[in-house]
């Protein structure tokens, strides 16, 4: 299998047992042993990743790669954690050397590596802007599956209100639950992810039948 195979493979999210969490972080993973708060949608966090998008560029200069805005805080009117999720997109995550230098330079720390899921990485970076108390960084190779999974996710509840209220009351009654690591909060959330997201792939098909 090629390199470039095994990027497009599909590897379903499972979730983590503590174990796997504790193996991915390269330093002690956070514990939170608490209920996850939440805060109201505020439109500093887009403020806040075209800033940190417009320094990525400006640092990757001469590297192929794409940055968009994901998870809660790239939803209009979705209750999030101030933590702004950023999806760098670039042709090999894998090969750190390319893109870690540039990223440590304006701030950021890798804080996770996956070699079994796409080769995922995360850089985490502290108050990047006025609301938003972290930056994650997700770093995928150009071609992996997750990719268009993550983007048609944004861009169904950013169109369709139903979806993000549901999403959002689901967020809600987790987040008053008591979870040791970040990661069960988000685990927890994939049933109804992959519900809507269900229902995403069946409407954008439709439209493109239409």
């Not at 499972?14 to 996850?36: G, Y």
């Not at 009117?77 to 760098?88: C, M």
């Not at 996956?114 to 609301?131: C, M, N, S, T």
């Not at 268009?148 to 950013?158: E, G, V």
């Amino acid at each position: 299998m090629t390199d470039q195979e095994r990027h497009e493979q599909e590897i379903p999210r499972v979730p983590m047992t503590d174990e796997e969490i504790e193996a991915a972080n390269l330093e002690t993973a956070p514990r939170l042993d608490s209920a996850v708060q939440l805060k109201e949608y505020t439109p500093e966090w887009a403020a806040g990743f075209e800033e940190e998008a417009a320094r990525m560029s400006e640092g990757l200069d001469g590297l192929p790669h794409q940055v968009e805005h994901t998870g809660s805080t790239s939803v209009p009117g979705l209750p999030a954690k101030p933590v702004i999720d950023i999806l760098l997109i670039v042709p090999d995550s894998a090969d750190e050397s390319a893109y870690v230098p540039a990223l440590e330079a304006i701030g950021y720390t890798l804080a996770i590596r996956e070699p079994d899921w796409y080769e995922h990485r995360v850089l985490r970076k502290p108050a990047p802007a006025p609301g938003a108390e972290s930056a994650n960084l997700h770093v995928l190779s150009t071609g992996c599956p997750e990719i268009a999974r993550m983007l048609l996710f944004r861009d169904w509840l950013r169109t369709h209100t139903g979806e993000r209220d549901l999403y959002a009351r689901t967020k809600r009654d987790l987040a008053r639950r008591t979870w040791t690591y970040m990661q069960h909060y988000a685990d927890a959330k994939s049933e109804v992810i992959a519900a809507i997201l269900e229902r995403a792939g069946r409407g954008t098909a439709a439209h493109r039948e239409s």
